[in-house]
């Protein structure tokens, strides 16, 4: 799960938009998805993600829209969700 960011205090502190992506994070993880930054992704080499499921944050799509989750599936894009 992402770590709060400096200056922030308890949950109840946090705006609703991010705490809706604390949730969702943890449901992520909880069904077995490896959380990922886009700014962090190599997206080019999958070879060794192609057993895995991962979710990478704040995925920029190829008409520039940002996408709040990009969830592949044993190295294969299968759902975005755009807010």
Do not use: W
Not at 15 to 30: G, H, N, T, V, W
């Amino acid at each position: 799960m992402r770590q709060k960011e400096k200056g922030q205090g308890s949950e109840q502190d946090l705006k609703p938009e991010q705490q809706a992506r604390e949730e969702i994070d943890k449901l992520l993880s909880l069904a077995g998805f490896e959380l990922r930054d886009f700014k962090d992704c190599t997206l080019g080499d999958s070879a060794p993600n192609a057993a895995r499921n991962f979710a990478i944050r704040e995925f920029i799509l190829e008409n520039g829209t940002r996408a709040d989750y990009m969830l592949f599936v044993k190295g294969k894009a299968h759902f975005v969700s755009c807010g």
